[in-house]
């Protein structure tokens, strides 16, 4: 690992917000908008981590201007991993170095290609002065528009307007999202929390299903929130953002994902109360144990490790990578024929319905190829998110055998409840009943009882539903149904 930039040590300030590149940034306007803060510059220091060994002349140029005018520079520390260039990124290294070279109390990972507004960093600190044990998540606008590439230095009202695929009048879709806000909302745009809360809970997960794209530092809010923090979205703070190549992920790789691109290990930690890293950075690991915290220098001899790194080569990944296709197999993961027939009728009716929502019209033969293509994607998605539904609820199922559940309801109907039923053949547990205001009388042999009579039995009840959960848990929490006997997919 390489200093590219130090600047004199100052006072310890209060928040340290950690940027990342893995050598794709093209703008670096960032450093603009936090220049022009509402609160001292003093109080924040900005760490910019790049993970291969590229040294950004833009990043420079912009430290040789500050020098010249006497201001403070754009970038307190400024290191290069100097991975190597066959090894696929990992974000979550990246987040551990900031982890250890940060000196603030609070440690903010944020998209390093967004606008923020001059109030920023001042919502994340009254935020945690109002509540120190949270762990704060923003959203950010994201505005689709081609013309604005390379960066123009759109105005806010500009990326909010035409081309915005998530302005909700002034919010974002996702913060108002009451159906599926795990999908709606970007988790992965703002994380600030505790130095040591992050520290505490082993700080990222270096684990190989977060190479590339499929990461975010929603393992860490996953995991915090199962250490007793309380997750809190900001109401009124968001980032900003605007097209470019590659946003999405393309040509990049994908570890294990629900589909959505929202990663199946960290969702797993959500719903095990899992607070633990799986592979623990080893400075990360030094810092926790409370020896030799001071010496900066010695920690980041421990942080990159040459064999874990040599693992995350392209040539070493793509010998285990495995198609999802396989997954539809009977006999798979997820086991038998009759939920790989669920399967397939899901994925099959999914299909259908993206059919009939978008236009038929095919202009030429490139719109043609662009549609199969799109569909091919949509399919192979839908395929990794149902399988994805499938394994959870095997855990599921699996985790509440081993503290001695034997019996559980169901509250919903529809392809998710019938696959729970299907599941559920051969295990230890036993779905007794089937509760839904909203469904016929009877489905899958049961009876099909109003939610109400819940409140009378004392088994669990499962959510046979990944939409609309959170209203389905108020409904039933509503009902005098104890949110312990309540078990949630996600």
């Excluded at 040294?55 to 307190?76: L, N, Q, Y």
């Excluded at 915090?224 to 900003?240: C, T």
């Excluded at 549609?371 to 199922?397: L, T």
Aim: glycine share 6%; net charge negative.
């Amino acid at each position: 690992m390489r200093h590219l930039f130090s600047s004199p040590q100052r006072s310890a300030p209060k928040a340290s917000l950690v940027l990342l590149d893995w050598s794709c940034r093209e703008s670096f306007h960032i450093f603009d908008y936090l220049a022009k803060q509402t609160v001292p510059r003093s109080e924040y220091e900005i760490l910019w981590i790049e993970y291969y060994d590229r040294k950004a002349e833009p990043i420079d140029r912009h430290i040789k201007e500050a020098e010249s005018a006497g201001d403070a520079p754009p970038v307190d520390q400024w290191v290069a991993l100097d991975i190597p260039r066959d090894v696929y990124f990992h974000k979550h290294l990246m987040y551990n170095a900031g982890i250890v070279l940060s000196r603030g109390d609070i440690v903010i990972v944020c998209d390093s290609d967004a606008m923020v507004r001059e109030t920023f960093l001042e919502s994340i600190l009254t935020a945690f002065a109002q509540e120190p044990g949270i762990v704060l998540q923003l959203d950010e606008f994201r505005n689709e528009r081609r013309d604005l590439y390379p960066f123009r230095s759109p105005s806010f009202e500009t990326v909010l307007g035409e081309g915005c695929i998530n302005n909700a009048g002034g919010k974002t879709t996702g913060v108002l999202d009451r159906v599926d806000p795990l999908h709606s909302r970007n988790y992965g745009a703002c994380m600030a929390a505790k130095r040591d809360d992050l520290i505490r809970i082993g700080g990222a997960d270096e684990h190989i299903d977060y190479l590339g794209h499929i990461c975010g530092p929603y393992d860490m809010t996953f995991r915090l929130v199962n250490d007793g923090k309380r997750e809190v979205w900001h109401p009124s703070e968001f980032l900003y953002h605007v097209w470019h190549p590659g946003q999405g992920g393309e040509k990049n790789y994908l570890g294990p994902h629900d589909g959505k691109h929202m990663s199946t290990t960290a969702l797993s930690a959500r719903s095990s109360g899992r607070s633990e890293p799986l592979r623990e950075n080893n400075a990360i690991a030094r810092l926790r144990s409370g020896a030799n915290t001071e010496d900066r220098e010695q920690l980041l001899d421990l942080l990159v490790s040459s064999e874990v790194v040599k693992s995350w080569s392209r040539d070493e990944v793509e010998k285990h990578q495995s198609s999802v296709w396989k997954n539809l197999v009977p006999g798979s993961s997820v086991a038998s024929g009759k939920v790989s027939t669920t399967l397939i009728k899901m994925v099959a009716k999914q299909f259908w319905i993206k059919l009939v929502k978008v236009p038929r019209q095919i202009r030429s033969p490139a719109a043609a190829l662009r549609k199969a293509i799109n569909a091919f994607h949509f399919v192979r998605n839908s395929v990794q998110h149902n399988v994805y539904i499938a394994e959870q609820s095997q855990r599921i199922f699996q985790d509440l055998a081993a503290q001695g559940t034997t019996e559980v309801a169901l509250y919903g109907t529809g392809d998710i409840a019938e696959m729970l039923c299907k599941l559920s053949a051969g295990l230890q547990v036993t779905i007794r009943s089937v509760y839904d205001d909203f469904a016929d009388d009877d489905f899958a042999g049961f009876k099909v009882q109003p939610t109400r009579e819940l409140v009378n039995r004392s088994e669990k009840v499962i959510i046979a539903s990944i939409v609309g959960v959170e209203e389905k848990i108020e409904h039933l929490q509503q009902l005098g149904v104890e949110r312990e006997r309540i078990v949630n997919l996600q």
